[in-house]
């Protein structure tokens, strides 16, 4: 197994993988692979992980989703019960 150093991680940034690897019960090291091996699975880039100020609303992301992975169909199950009594609000 390969060994990777990283210099000049601030302080903020090495504290809240630390943190979040306690959450898991995993060391600061093992959350840091954790988050590293998921990111290079999931064949996303940085700017696609990470938008600030992209000016992308909610729309665009799922547009450029679409495109990325395609669409599919599903079957929508017909109706077949009524939701319970209607509850009827009166002025008092």
Known sequence: MGTLTIRNLTEDTKQALRL??????????????????AVVQSGLSVDELVRPDS???????????RERHGTFEFAVPERTGVAGTRVVFEDT
Do not use: T, Y
């Not at 306690?22 to 954790?34: H, N, Q």
């Open 20 to 37: 979040r690897g306690a959450v898991r019960g995993a060391s600061m090291e093992d959350e840091a692979r954790s988050i590293l091996r």
């Open 55 to 65: 000016g992308q609303n909610a729309w665009d992301s799922i547009q450029a989703l």
